[in-house]
C-alpha cells in the first residue's frame, strides 16, 4: 500500500534513506527530530529497536528486508513511539511474541504493513490499535481462524491477509467495517458461504476473496455496494445465479467470476454497467444466450464467457465493442453464421478465442479485419473451403487454431511467409494439400490428418513439439533428425502414418529431451540405430515399418518407456532378458 505520507526527498535530519548492508547503527537514536527514517531494501540486521525508543518525532518507519529475527522488543519499542503513523516491516523474519497480547499506547499508528514474516496466526494485539486505517500480513504463514474483532478498528480502510491458510469462514465483525475501500481475502482457503451482510460494506472499491473454498450463493446485497469497482470470487464453489442487481453497480469495471459452479443466464442488466472492462464468467454452468446489451459496454476490454453451455448465435451487437481487446466465447453451444459485421469495431482486439461451437464464418472475400491479433483460435468453426485470405493481414500472429474448420485448399504461400514467426500453430483435421519447405513456428505445430507431400519440412531451432501425423510426406528422415538445429529442444515428434522411407538415422544423441516419438506406418527399412535406446523416451511407437534385426540388450537404457510398440516389423532373434 502506498504510503500516507508525504516528505520531502532529502530534509535536513528530518528523513534519513539508505543502501547499505550490515548491522543497523544505534547512533541513529541520536536524531532526536527525525521525523521519517527509511532503510528498506537493503540488507540489514539489528538484534534490537531499543535504540528507535527515544525517537519521539518518528512518523514513518520502514525497515522492509531486514533482519529482525532476534529483535523480540521490536513491537514492545515501535508501538510505544508517540508520533509514529507508518510501520512498514515487510520480509523482516519477525515472529510470535507469546509475552505480547495488547497495546496501551500507539493511538496514532495508522499504516501496519507486515506482510511475509513467520507470524503463526493474525496476531490479536492488532485489534488494540484502534486508529489503524491500513493493515497488510500477506504471506504464507498464517492460519487461521480470522479473529472476530474488526468491531474494535472501525476505521480500517485497507485489509489484506491474502496468501496465507486461515481455513475459516469471513467473521460477521468484517461486515460492519463501513470505511473499508479495500479487502483481500484471496488464496487463504476461505469455508463457509459469503453473507447478505456484504451489503454493509458502502465504502468497498476493490473486493478479492479469489482461490478460496466459498459456496453458497453470491448475494443480492452486492448490489449495494455503489462504490464496487473490482470484484473477484473467481475459483472457488459458488452455486446459484449471477444477481440481477449486479445491473446497479455504476462504478464496476472488473467482474470475476470464474470457475465456480454458477448456473441460470448471464443478467440483461449487465448492458447497465457503463464502466466495466473486464467481464469474466468462464467455467462456470450458464445457459441461455449472451445478452444483446453487451453492446452497450464502451469500456469493455476483456469479455469471457468460455466454458460454459450458453447457446444462441453470435451476437451482432459484439462489433459496437470498440475497446474490446480478448473475447473468449470457447466451448459453448453457440451456433448460426457470422460475418464481418461481427467485428465491424474491433479495432483493439487482440485475442479472439471461440472454439468449439458450432459456427459458420462467412465473410467477403476482400475483408480486411480491423484488428490485428496475437491469438485467434476458430477450431471447429466452419471457415472452408477456400482457405482463410483474411489471415493474410495478420501481422502479428502468434497463436493459430484453425483445426476442424473444413478447409479443403492448398497451403497458400503468403501464410509460410507471414512477418512473425507463429510460437503455437494447429491446422490438423483440414484437407490441405501441398508441400511445405519451412515452417516457421518456434515452439509447437500440428498440420496432422490433412493431405501434404513432398519431403519433411525444415523446423525453427527452437521447435518442441512436431505433430505431422496422418499426411502423405515422403522421403528420408536424414535431413530432419540429423541436420536439424531443434534436435536439442524437441520433445515430441509424431510423424506416423506417411510415406517416409529409408533409414532411421544413427544420430539421435542430441534429442536428449524427447520423450514422446512416433513413426509407425511408413516405409521405414533398417535396423533399430543404436543412438535411439540412449534417449529418457516414454513412448516408442515404430509399428507397421520393415524393420529387421535383432533388439539388443541396450534396451535396458530406456527405464522411462511406459508405451512400445514394434508391431508389425520383421524383426528377428529373442527378446532380451
Given at each position: 500500500m502506498g504510503s500516507l505520507l508525504q516528505f520531502p526527498a532529502r530534509r535536513q535530519n528530518k528523513s534519513f534513506t539508505a543502501g547499505v548492508e550490515g548491522a543497523i547503527p544505534h547512533n541513529l537514536g541520536n536524531l532526536s527530530k527525525l521525523q521519517y527514517l527509511d532503510l528498506g531494501d537493503n540488507n540489514l540486521n539489528s538484534k534490537t529497536l531499543q535504540w528507535v525508543s527515544g525517537l519521539s518525532s518518528l512518523q514513518y518507519v520502514d525497515l522492509?528486508?531486514?533482519?529482525?529475527?532476534?529483535?523480540?522488543?521490536?513491537?514492545?519499542?515501535?508501538?510505544?513511539?508517540?508520533?509514529?503513523?507508518?510501520?512498514?516491516?515487510?520480509?523482516?523474519?519477525?515472529?510470535?511474541?507469546?509475552?505480547?497480547?495488547?497495546?496501551?499506547?500507539?493511538?496514532?499508528?495508522?499504516?501496519?504493513?507486515?506482510?511475509?514474516n513467520s507470524f503463526s496466526s493474525v496476531p490479536k494485539w492488532i485489534f488494540s490499535l484502534r486508529g489503524l486505517v491500513s493493515i497488510d500480513i500477506t504471506g504464507y504463514s498464517l492460519e487461521g481462524p480470522i479473529p472476530d474483532y474488526f468491531g474494535n478498528i472501525s476505521f480500517l480502510e485497507v485489509l489484506d491477509l491474502s496468501w496465507n491458510n486461515l481455513n475459516s469462514s469471513i467473521p460477521n465483525s468484517l461486515y460492519s467495517l463501513n470505511r473499508l475501500q479495500f479487502l483481500s481475502l484471496s488464496e487463504t482457503q476461505l469455508q463457509g458461504t459469503i453473507s447478505s451482510a456484504i451489503g454493509n460494506l458502502s465504502s468497498v472499491t476493490q473486493l478479492d476473496?479469489?482461490?478460496?473454498?466459498?459456496?453458497?450463493?453470491?448475494?443480492?446485497?452486492?448490489?449495494?455496494?455503489?462504490?464496487?469497482?473490482?470484484?473477484?470470487?473467481?475459483?472457488?464453489?459458488?452455486?446459484?445465479?449471477?444477481?440481477?442487481?449486479?445491473g446497479q453497480l455504476s462504478s464496476l469495471k472488473k467482474f470475476d467470476v470464474s470457475y465456480n459452479q454458477l448456473n441460470g443466464q448471464i443478467p440483461l442488466s449487465i448492458g447497465q454497467l457503463s464502466s466495466l472492462e473486464e467481464f469474466d464468467v468462464s467455467e462456470n454452468q450458464l445457459n441461455g444466450q449472451i445478452p444483446l446489451s453487451i453492446g452497450e459496454l464502451s469500456s469493455l476490454e476483456v469479455f469471457d464467457v468460455s466454458k460454459n453451455q450458453l447457446n444462441g448465435t453470435f451476437p451482432l451487437s459484439f462489433g459496437?465493442?470498440?475497446?474490446?481487446?480478448?473475447?473468449?466465447?470457447g466451448y459453448n453451444l453457440l451456433e448460426g453464421v457470422v460475418s464481418e459485421t461481427h467485428f465491424s469495431n474491433l479495432t483493439r482486439l487482440t485475442t479472439l478465442a471461440a472454439s468449439h461451437n458450432r459456427l459458420r464464418f462467412e465473410p467477403n472475400s476482400s475483408w480486411i479485419p480491423p484488428f490485428q491479433c496475437g491469438r485467434i483460435e476458430m477450431d471447429h468453426w466452419h471457415l472452408g473451403p477456400k482457405f482463410p485470405q483474411w489471415l493474410k493481414f495478420?501481422?502479428?500472429?502468434?497463436?493459430?487454431?484453425?483445426?476442424?474448420?473444413?478447409?479443403?485448399?492448398?497451403?497458400?504461400?503468403?501464410?509460410?511467409?507471414?512477418?512473425?514467426?507463429?510460437?503455437?500453430?494447429?491446422?490438423?483435421?483440414?484437407?490441405?494439400?501441398?508441400?511445405?519447405?519451412?515452417?516457421?513456428?518456434?515452439?509447437?505445430?500440428?498440420?496432422?490428418?490433412?493431405?501434404?507431400?513432398?519431403?519433411?519440412?525444415?523446423?525453427?531451432?527452437?521447435?518442441?513439439?512436431?505433430?505431422?501425423?496422418?499426411?502423405?510426406?515422403?522421403?528420408?528422415?536424414?535431413?530432419?533428425?540429423?541436420?536439424?538445429?531443434?534436435?536439442?529442444?524437441?520433445?515430441?515428434?509424431?510423424?506416423?502414418?506417411?510415406?517416409?522411407?529409408?533409414?532411421?538415422?544413427?544420430?539421435?544423441?542430441?534429442?536428449?529431451?524427447?520423450?514422446?516419438?512416433?513413426?509407425?506406418?511408413?516405409?521405414?527399412?533398417?535396423?533399430?540405430?543404436?543412438?535411439?535406446?540412449?534417449?529418457?523416451?516414454?513412448m516408442l511407437n515404430l509399428r507397421n515399418n520393415t524393420l529387421f534385426g535383432e533388439l539388443p540388450y541396450t534396451l535396458q537404457n530406456s527405464p522411462h518407456l511406459r508405451m512400445f510398440d514394434l508391431s508389425e516389423n520383421h524383426f528377428s532373434g529373442s527378446v532380451p532378458a
Open positions: 522492509s528486508y531486514a533482519d529482525l529475527s532476534k529483535a523480540t522488543d521490536w513491537a514492545q519499542v515501535t508501538f510505544k513511539l508517540p508520533s509514529l503513523l507508518e510501520l512498514h516491516l515487510p520480509d523482516c523474519r519477525l515472529e510470535d511474541d507469546p509475552f505480547f497480547n495488547s497495546i496501551n499506547s500507539s493511538k496514532s499508528l495508522a499504516v501496519l504493513d507486515l506482510p511475509r476473496l479469489s482461490s478460496n473454498q466459498l459456496n453458497g450463493q453470491i448475494p443480492l446485497s452486492i448490489g449495494q455496494l455503489s462504490s464496487l469497482e473490482e470484484f473477484d470470487v473467481s475459483y472457488n464453489q459458488l452455486n446459484g445465479q449471477i444477481p440481477l442487481s449486479i459496437r465493442l470498440e475497446s474490446l481487446e480478448t473475447l473468449d466465447c495478420q501481422k502479428k500472429l502468434s497463436y493459430l487454431d484453425i483445426s476442424y474448420a473444413g478447409i479443403l485448399d492448398v497451403m497458400p504461400t503468403w501464410f509460410l511467409n507471414l512477418p512473425t514467426p507463429f510460437e503455437y500453430l494447429n491446422l490438423s483435421s483440414n484437407q490441405l494439400r501441398g508441400e511445405i519447405s519451412y515452417l516457421n513456428v518456434r515452439n509447437s505445430v500440428d498440420l496432422s490428418s490433412n493431405r501434404f507431400m513432398g519431403p519433411l519440412p525444415r523446423v525453427f531451432p527452437t521447435l518442441r513439439f512436431l505433430i505431422l501425423s496422418n499426411n502423405s510426406f515422403s522421403g528420408s528422415l536424414f535431413e530432419l533428425v540429423c541436420n536439424s538445429s531443434s534436435e536439442k529442444g524437441m520433445e515430441v515428434l509424431y510423424i506416423d502414418k506417411n510415406l517416409i522411407s529409408g533409414d532411421i538415422p544413427d544420430c539421435w544423441n542430441h534429442w536428449q529431451n524427447l520423450f514422446l516419438l512416433n513413426l509407425g506406418n511408413n516405409n521405414l527399412t533398417s535396423k533399430i540405430p543404436t543412438s535411439l535406446w540412449y534417449l529418457s523416451l516414454t
